[in-house]
């Protein structure tokens, strides 16, 4: 069986699904997921993020985190957690850098959300010798001071997504067509979660909606304006959702979403907007380039390059123009902020 027979079997007892369920079972089946079977992450694998570039990526935003946590009075103890973490490398350099803040870890309980077994392994080796508790999901992490970080974790969670019609929504659905799976839009109707909508798009215009996300984003804030924290949230996507932005990379190039299922990494784009709205805290939103310029990603270059030879230099001024140039990931990649009204915003951001 592979996971195409089986999302085709599916298809046929119950009729098209919704992309949301698509991505679901794509990105997490635990036999066929693609999330659940590898590790996708650098050159040989699918796709590079920000911490696997640079150890500064992690270093600088670890470091805006204790920041925030002296900036509250130094709650203790408090919940330590990040969403994703991938090779756990974010987590690793981020607990590299902190280690000279007094009590921070001492005061810190580790938390990682991660769905996959594959990666969970990785992830206990990746910050050894500190303890963690994984969790499934975010709505499991204690009710307490919560300082969370998160980096191309949103942009994984399942999306649904319509098209404008004059009279409502039409949704895009996965069918099967002469044996491939085939995306469909299913006749309009009206939506009411898209209701605000209807004001600023016209027919034909796409919209998506993650309701993982928001879910996420209402249980992180919750925690936040109750006990204090911050969340650090960074990922692609832009302000309030427009146009078709679900995709598919496998080895490092766009390939079509329905090809393969479980064989790529399947992504939308991060509604920047409408995670701000599911939180009840204050929020903040800026560019991952100004903030990493903000928190002196410059100096860090710098002194990590003063014992290095030459090309040593240069090879960490290429992260460095990487992760922060417009023409690179410095104004795709966003940073949006949870901390409570009235505490400062977190370093970085204004
Ligand atoms: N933050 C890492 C990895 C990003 S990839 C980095 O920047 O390198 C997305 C990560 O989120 C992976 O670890 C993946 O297994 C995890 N993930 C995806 N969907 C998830 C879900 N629904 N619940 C928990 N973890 C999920």
Redesign the pocket.
Known sequence: MSLKALLAARIAAQGPITLADYM?DC??HPSYGY??TRD??GAAGD??????ISQM?GELLGLALAQCWLDQGAPAPFTLA??????G??MADLLRATRGIPGFHVAMRLHL????P??RAG?RAAIAPHPARWL???DQLPDQALFLI????F????IRQFTRDAQGWCETRVGVTDGRLTPGLTAATPFPPLDHRLHDTRPGDIVEICP?ATATVATIGQRIARHGGVALI?DYGGWISHGDTFQAVAAHSHVDPFADPGQA?LTAHVDFAALAAASPTAHVYTTQGEALLRLGIAQRTAALGRNLPPDGLAGLQADSHRLTAPSEMGTLFKLLALHPAGSPAPPGTV
Do not use: I, M
């Open positions: 679901a990105l997490l999330y659940a996708p992450f796709f590079t993020t920000a911490p696997e990526f990040e969403l994703g973490p991938g090779r490398t974010l959300v991660e769905a996959s594959v990666l992830q499934d999901t975010a998160a980096n191309e974790f942009d994984a969670l399942p993982a960074v990494d």
